[in-house]
């Protein structure tokens, strides 16, 4: 059975860090995108960051961009987001997500409905 499972997330101040792990189990993806998404309350679900297959290529939202950093380790199944510069506008339950299909020429998507993975969410909180 596929898992991802998320960690790291928790309550910070405005101007603070965390970093997110994404760990997958019962399939490797090397090969594949990867991407973190979040959601607040009363809103859609939107994308943050992607990463390529072998991390050459990211793509980020304009709203984290230059504060948020997507990397991932491919000899440990994970993939990491780390946060500097939080703003209380970053409060949302924070997915991973993985594509089901081989991405060799580094294709990253925003849409969540090209993502076929997805794990259960991690709160982040930022207070300011």
């Known amino acids: 059975q596929v898992q991802l499972v998320e960690s790291g997330g928790g309550l910070v101040q405005a101007g603070g860090s965390l970093r997110l792990s994404c760990a997958a189990s019962g399939r490797t993806f090397n090969s594949n995108t990867m991407g973190w998404f979040r959601q607040a309350p009363g809103k859609e679900r939107e994308f943050v960051a992607g990463?390529?297959?072998?991390?050459?290529?990211?793509l980020y939202a304009d709203s984290v961009k230059g504060r948020f950093t997507i990397s991932r380790d491919n000899a440990k199944n994970t993939v990491y987001l780390q946060m500097n510069s939080l703003k209380p506008e970053d409060t949302a339950v924070y997915y991973c997500a993985a594509r089901a299909s081989i991405d060799a020429r580094g294709y990253i998507t925003r849409s969540v409905y090209e993502y076929n993975y997805w794990g259960q969410g991690t709160q982040v909180t930022v207070s300011s």
């Open positions: 990463i390529s297959w072998n991390g050459g290529s990211t």
